[in-house]
């Protein structure tokens, strides 16, 4: 299973852009770049995901390398309520299309 | 469109007695996920189901653990003789598809405790 780097814990002020990147050298041809977040006491929230392109969604952007083998989450303006830990999963398009969880990157935004 | 149900949001077992989860996925969605988080690690796979089949369970534990998906009802994990490593968050999970661009949606956890 393809597996996902990430630093451990990042800061941000409030209002400003923040930048999640995610290493992932040996994602497959396949493999589509999942992100989610997880809330205190809460499940997991999906974000975004992408195969090839950049993504907008309402939520946030993902920034695709050419070779993919990184990416990057952008909250355009973090806020209080999107402190949380994102994770970047690869989800490959055959076999059982189980989620690998890393330890993910835990966001701390300051007011 | 209610989104995936889990219940009990906790549950509280002594040693040795049998713990029963819930997963009613989401409408519509026939693929159901089971993952287990410790605390402070991220979520671990456990087992994939569709409709009275389990696809992959390489993620389960050998003994005591088991999980359905019956034809009608809710997917049910079930832990006999629970033992303290098993107190965790266990989160289920529903897509619509098994295919890769699908996303799973989760639902808010069990939060199993053994005294």
């Known amino acids: 299973d393809a597996k996902t780097t990430q630093p451990n814990s990042m800061e941000s002020n409030e209002e400003e852009p923040v930048h999640l990147p995610c290493n992932h050298s040996t994602i497959s041809g396949t493999d589509y770049i999942h992100w989610y977040r997880q809330l205190p006491s809460q499940g997991p929230e999906y974000v975004i995901h992408?195969?090839?392109s950049n993504v907008n969604n309402r939520m946030a952007s993902l920034a695709i390398a050419e070779d993919r083998k990184s990416s990057t989450l952008i909250l355009h303006r973090a806020t209080l309520r999107d402190a949380a830990v994102y994770y970047c999963?690869?989800?490959?398009?055959?076999?059982?299309?189980?989620?690998?969880f890393g330890t993910g990157t835990r966001l701390k935004v300051l007011a | 469109n209610a989104g995936v149900m889990q219940n009990p949001r906790h549950l509280v077992r002594r040693r040795g007695q049998e713990a029963r989860l819930r997963c009613s996925p989401m409408?519509?969605?026939?693929?159901v996920y089971w993952y287990r988080q410790l605390p402070e690690e991220g979520l671990k796979f456990m087992v994939y189901?569709?409709?009275?089949?389990?696809?992959?369970e390489s993620g389960m534990p050998k003994e005591r653990f088991s999980a359905e998906f019956p034809k009608e009802g809710p997917s049910i994990l079930r832990i006999q003789q629970v033992v303290r490593g098993d107190s965790a968050a266990y989160f289920c999970?529903?897509?619509?598809?098994?295919?890769?661009?699908?996303?799973?949606?989760f639902g808010a956890g069990t939060r199993l405790s053994v005294l």
């Open positions: 992408g195969l090839t």
């Open positions: 409408k519509g969605h026939s693929h």
């Open positions: 189901l569709q409709k009275e089949n389990i696809i992959d």
């Open positions: 999963i690869l989800r490959p398009t055959s076999g059982t299309y189980k989620y690998i």
């Open positions: 999970a529903s897509s619509p598809l098994g295919q890769g661009k699908n996303i799973q949606y």
